[in-house]
């Protein structure tokens, strides 16, 4: 491929990269990927591959000038094959529709009831959060790390999180979970709270629901473990951001 | 790595043969047909969530890496326009030891992460580095810089864990930097590289304009970001194919136990594939199923190998030289996570 023509791909590729990345942010489905902490990374990201593309692009309308003055001969452009690589996560993000990691990631990625995820800080001020704030991370951090859970029993609480059926749960209980990712999707886990609720065969698998109630705890594989005595359940639509960020 | 086929070439004299590729293409259509006709009807649902999961697990790592390579390829596209061979000697000591502690901790001014490293280090090579130096500098500096320092106190605080992380990242380093300083001749451990230099097809002249050599760096960043990113989302894919494919919890279940408990961390690190930057975040999940011991390797060798850099590693060694990057560091760890496993209280 001659070099000019490689220079062209080169610079579309990055322009196309660069649009990507900069709607995906622009549209918030960036966190459907990454931590929310790292999206002013890929900002900078978008902004370097947009001065590349005009670097490419005027390097370009350069050495046509360039050759026009002396006969040049043909350089060699690195492999093509570059470039088919660099399409393909421009395919994948553009043909796949974007959909967060849900129920059908839980058989290989795991989903847990309990998970000791406590950074060197957090775990003061979690309990002095009111109840209807904590997520379904808090709680579970909370059950984890509590010794003497005795105050906690009883206090309200209202969690967000999508439907999830187990043939481990008994009648009328369903989980309402939330995949956690610490740094992308890649590292992503599913935590899950019991919920117990007289209609809970109603609910669809996968579906978004508030759900609000009473906590209790319960012994689940050995583990003490929150439940939800649910005094409501609604629908709600998928939050704008699907994970929770530890 | 293409795979050229040389078919025998066929001299048929017969009027209008039918072109091969035309009676390949029916059968394999026929035996799609047939394939297809025979699979579940839940199988294309299956599949369809499958290649979800895939798609996801694949742009996060993508994304998340884009803008560490985007700073490793620039910082190598920096080196080669604005240093010279002679500034490199001058700094770098030719004795393996000091080459190799040298070597570990220029990680400390060139802040990159393990996507980042591998075409920085390369650019260093072909600028004269040492090859003691430049293999302690791509096996530490995914460790032992700023940011990896920041956010591993942030996971961890300023304790135990960042020491020990700091510490065992720099001796694996050293040594496998040693190790390589027995190799007197580069050519033996480096794959030949064809074109680096083919950016310099208008060489900036020495007293080229400021704007001139930056335009140089961006040229050249832009070539390697190609040429390095095709390794990523080869290693990308692989990793979210094994993580689509193959059950985390299964393999955390076999995880018990002193020795099993570390390798599982290791085996984990691999397939995880996640950049050194962020990695302490994760290994914060494990820590209440997984002992210090077993998590300080996951923390140590992590940023050393995974699926990507070892991909990336092959385009910049021989093959042979990438075993022993892979194993020395793999033992290491390994010895270090058992012998905290049963020694730390």
Known sequence: MPKRLYRSFQALLLLGMCIFLGSKAASGQLTYYINQRFVPLTIFGVIFLAILAQTMFSENKRSRQHDSEHDHDHDHAPASANLWFMLVPLLIGVLIPARPLDSSAFATKGFNTNSPLVSADSSAQLFETDSEDRNVLDWIKLFNYETNLAPFIGQKASVIGFVYFDETLGKNQFFVSRFVVSCCAADGFALAMISEWPQAATLEQDSWVLVKGVVKSVTLNDRVVPLIQAESVQAVPEPEQPYLFP | ?345
Not at chain 2, 238 to 258: D, N, V
Request: proline share 5%; with cysteine; aromatic share 12%.
């Open chain 2, 1 to 345: 790595m293409t795979v050229v086929i040389i078919f025998p070439v066929q001299n048929t004299t017969s009027p209008r043969p039918l072109p091969r590729s035309l009676i390949l293409s029916i059968l394999i259509g026929i035996l799609l047909m047939v394939v297809l006709s025979m699979v579940p009807s839940g199988f294309f649902a299956w599949l369809w969530e499958k290649l979800n999961v895939f798609a996801t697990v694949f742009l996060g790592i993508f994304v998340e890496a884009i803008p560490y390579l985007l700073l490793g390829t620039l910082a190598s596209g920096l080196v080669e326009v604005f240093m010279d061979r002679d500034q490199m000697s001058k700094w770098i000591s030719h004795r393996p030891i000091a080459a190799a502690v040298g070597g570990a901790f220029m990680g400390l001014v060139f802040p990159v992460c393990e996507c980042g490293v591998v075409p920085l280090t390369r650019r260093l090579f072909n600028k004269g580095l040492p090859l003691s130096a430049g293999i302690s500098f791509l096996l530490a500096a995914p460790v032992l810089n700023p940011i990896v320092v920041f956010s591993t106190a942030a996971a961890f605080g300023w304790g135990n864990m960042l020491f020990w992380r700091m510490g065992i990242s720099l001796v694996i380093a050293i040594v496998v930097g040693l190790v390589f300083s027995v190799e007197k001749d580069s050519a033996n451990v480096l794959r030949p590289v064809l074109n680096l230099s083919h950016e310099h097809d208008h060489t900036p002249e020495a007293n080229a304009s400021i704007a001139e050599k930056f335009r140089q760096a961006l040229l050249i960043t832009a070539d390697e970001f190609f040429e390095m990113g095709r390794y990523l989302i080869l290693g990308a894919m692989l990793a979210a194919g094994l993580q689509t494919f193959i059950a985390q919890s299964s393999l955390l279940a076999i995880g018990s136990g002193p020795v099993l408990s570390v390798l599982v961390m290791l085996v984990l690190a691999i397939l995880l594939s996640i950049c050194s930057t962020v990695d302490a975040f994760v290994a914060l999940g494990f820590m209440g199923t997984f002992s210090f011991g077993s998590v300080l390797s996951f923390l140590v060798f992590g940023p050393m190998v995974d699926i990507k850099s070892v991909i990336m590693y092959l385009q910049v060694f021989r093959r042979r030289s990438v075993t022993y990057l892979v194993a020395i560091p793999f033992m290491m760890s390994l010895l270090a996570g058992i012998l905290f496993n049963y020694f730390q209280p």
